[in-house]
Structures are given as structure tokens and as C-alpha cells.
């Protein structure tokens, strides 16, 4: 489930950022292709419908991501990488002398 989630995640992403990038913040944009006065889809009708479009495929990106968030796999007791900690299993660390050590005579003829 989290997977299909995530693949329609990055679908409405891409088809949002296509959308944003069509637009012109002057009003040009794709809108300025259509000036022609006997167009069914008129300058200020595109523009009202990429508007639309970024609104709806931005508020179905939040809806996805909360979906997404919501079915997360949390992980079980069983999981051997979550490991609980509880208090007081603590105890100190004993530290052990370092050996003795032992100087070593070599004689002078065999040094390298």
C-alpha cells in the first residue's frame, strides 16, 4: 500500500511542477497561444484552469503525504534492529590494569 501511495506521490509531483512551469505570472504562459476571440478555451479560461489545476494537484499532494504518513510500517517488538533500552539495566564498566610489561634484551650483534 505504501508503495502505490508513494508512486502516485511522485505522479501528481511531476504533473503539478509541468503545471507550474506552464504558467506565466504576467498572464502569458500557455494562455498567450489561445488569443484568437472565437477559441472555446479563451486566454482567461486556460489561466483559471491551470490556477484550478495547481490548487486541486497541490491539496492531492498534502492528502497523499498524510496517507503516506499515516500507513508507514512502525516495525514490532520482534524487529531486531529496534532494541529497547530500559533503566537501571546499566552497570559499570570494570576496568582492568593494563599488563605488565616486560623489557627485552637484544643483544647488540643481532639489532636489524
Known sequence: ???VIVILI???SVLLAGVVLIQNSKGGGLAANFQAPQQVLGARQTADFLEKATWW???IMVVLCLIATMSVHRGSAEDPMQTEVKVGDFSPV???APAATIPIEIPAGEEQ
Open 1 to 3: 500500500m505504501y508503495t
Open 94 to 96: 570494570q576496568q582492568q
Open 57 to 59: 494537484l497541490a491539496g
Open 10 to 12: 511522485i505522479l501528481v
